[in-house]
């Protein structure tokens, strides 16, 4: 799973990181969501462009139009010409196959409407079967789940604890909680859970996971974690 694209190699959550990871052939593009004040679901990690793009500008408080004004390079060469990207962006980006684990970053998820409106966007781009939802506040995704049935949803925990049984598919638990208790995998499994550590630099722990039994694994630098796993693309 590309964490925010190849993050590594371009601005995270921008085109060319997105675009970087699809080419080194990750399965699945995460990302996370924020909305505009139009409505638009946007990849950003942040609520504001402080950190990404050196402005206090709220993305919340601003149109599509009005996000596109600011490049989101974080003062890197060669990217001066990245901005936050919609969702559709994204998806217009994905080969065949190629899944999409999108983080719900807002409250706004909480609204029936708008988690019908995202269930609409995946439906209608053929992607709703290879999605999944995913947060650290999970009453956003039982939201979402709740409007679109079909969906996958996630649970990220920093704690170790388990998401209510039988209303996720998934959990992400921050890679700490695997070393202090080596029967969490096992445990999640029991549920059902499908399990993929919280950990954006996973190289040296692949042994780890896989001892474990994890189904996937998080990183920022899909081609180099794919190297490691004997998977690099030629």
Partial sequence: MAHRGNSAAAPENTRASFERAVRDGADFIETDLHLTRDGVFV????????????????????????????????GRAGFETEFVPALEELIALLLPGTGL??????????????ARRLGEILRASGLLDRTAVLSFEFERCRVVKREVPEI????????????????????GPFWPVLFANPFFVSRARRRGLFVAPLDERPDGRLWYYRLLGCDAVLTNDPAATLRKLGRARL
Avoid at 47 to 72: C, F, I, N, Q, S
Avoid at 101 to 114: M, Q, S
Avoid at 155 to 163: E, W
């Fill in 43 to 74: 990849c950003i990690h942040d609520p504001t462009l402080l950190r990404t793009g050196g402005v206090p500008v709220t993305v919340a408080d601003v149109t599509l139009a009005e996000l596109k004004r600011h490049p989101v390079s974080f």
């Fill in 101 to 114: 684990a999108l983080e719900l970053k807002t409250d706004r998820f909480l609204e029936p409407e708008v």
């Fill in 152 to 171: 996958f949803a996630g649970f990220i925990t920093r704690l170790g604890s388990l998401p209510p049984k039988g209303e996720a598919q998934m959990v």
